[in-house]
């Protein structure tokens, strides 16, 4: 018998296994790869490394602006790829280590839910009294002619696949103008692939400002990035990717389209637990409509960042143990780490004139950075 049975060892799953077992519940935590979850294994991490590499690169490219000189600066990809590897199994260990300090056993292998208060991991079965899921989100895959023949060739790659490409690709076009598709833009312009992006939306960045989206889209085109805009995405080739207002040839594709909840394939059913579109309904306590199951992360469909992950770990968690706290989403901060990098937290103008809330502006040149 556990206090707390968590499924899924991401960003949400590890937190709340940390706070649950400092705080003197036993826990079980069940992952079925690798724990750190998508953030950790193939997201926030493998992208960040290899961006601080290509800023590296392209301040020892372009340091005259400062008066640095360099001759002939090169980016080995392998090698970035190789520390990508070393920083990601560096911090893995890491929770691991964090999951033996607070006493929280860990299983590997798939979880399936009986019911509320049994879970299978593998062949054996574990009894709880709570039940926190964690099973994070996986890449958006729309029916479009020829994507699942380009997946199965590794012509297309999903932000998974991407992180473990050897060799630059000499044109690289990316499907999604968001986070993922503009970050990886970024790192492989940079890196030498001509780099071409398709976005249905007539702007980039998804939710970010309007004005922001425009200057990191300028910025983005100067560095010799090409955007196909207002582009719907139609049919995959053998080289190329077809849409509505044109046709682009590439040597690898990656879709950014999006994540969606991970909300089958572990019994969810058994529960009881309510889902609307695709996704795990929580209230202020990061609390289901179930009593003693808890959501947290991507799962939720509400923020699909590993910070917010953290927080909703430490509401459900707190909640468990009779602590007062509630989870609130008026001001989670996004960065995208292009370069320039971009960050937002709150309302736009856009969205508070949306919502009937009254606003001012102002903007502020980057000029007055002395930096």
Avoid: W
């Avoid at 590897?85 to 033996?100: E, P, Q, W």
């Avoid at 990316?174 to 007539?202: C, D, Q, R, W």
């Amino acid at each position: 018998m556990y206090d707390l049975i968590i499924i899924g060892g991401g960003p949400g799953g590890y937190m709340a296994a940390e706070l649950a077992g400092r705080g003197g519940l036993s826990v079980l935590l069940a992952e079925k790869r690798t724990l750190g979850g998508v953030c950790l294994n193939e997201g926030c991490i493998p992208s960040k490394t290899l961006l601080h590499s290509a800023k590296v690169f392209d301040y020892a490219s372009h340091g005259a602006a400062y008066g640095v000189y360099t001759e002939k600066a090169t980016l080995d990809h392998k090698f970035v790829v190789s520390r990508k590897n070393h920083v990601v199994a560096t911090l893995v260990n890491g929770v691991k280590s964090l999951m033996r300090a607070s006493k929280v056993k860990v299983v590997n292998g798939e979880a399936y839910i009986i019911d509320g208060k049994h879970v299978k991991v593998n062949d054996e079965i574990y009894e709880t009294k709570r039940l926190l899921i964690a099973t994070g989100s996986a890449p958006v895959i729309p029916q479009i002619d020829g994507l699942s023949q380009g997946i199965k060739k590794g012509f297309v790659l999903t932000s998974r696949e991407i992180f473990e490409l050897e060799e630059i690709p000499e044109r690289l076009t990316v499907i999604g103008g968001g986070v993922i598709g503009l970050e990886m833009a970024a790192y492989f312009n940079s890196a030498g692939s001509k780099v071409t992006v398709v976005e249905m939306l007539p702007k980039i960045g998804g939710p970010i400002d309007s004005d922001i989206s425009g200057i990191l889209l300028k910025n983005c085109r100067q560095k010799g990035i090409c955007f196909e805009l207002s582009a719907r995405l139609t049919g995959i080739t053998e080289n190329s990717v077809i849409y509505d207002t044109g046709e682009t040839e590439a040597d690898k594709v990656l879709l950014s389209i999006g994540r969606k909840p991970v909300t089958e394939g572990f019994g969810l059913e058994n529960t009881g637990v309510a889902v609307r579109d695709g996704a795990i309904l929580t209230d202020r306590y990061c609390q289901t409509g179930v009593p003693d199951i808890y959501a947290a992360g991507d799962v939720n469909g509400k923020y699909m960042l590993a910070h917010t992950a953290y927080r909703e770990a430490a509401v459900a968690v707190n909640h468990i143990l009779g602590k007062p706290d509630i989870m609130r989403y008026d001001a989670i901060p996004m960065v995208i780490y292009t370069s320039p990098e971009v960050a937002c937290v709150g309302e736009t103008e856009e969205s508070a004139k949306a919502k009937g809330i009254k606003c001012e502006t102002a903007s502020v040149p980057m000029r007055m950075s002395g930096r």
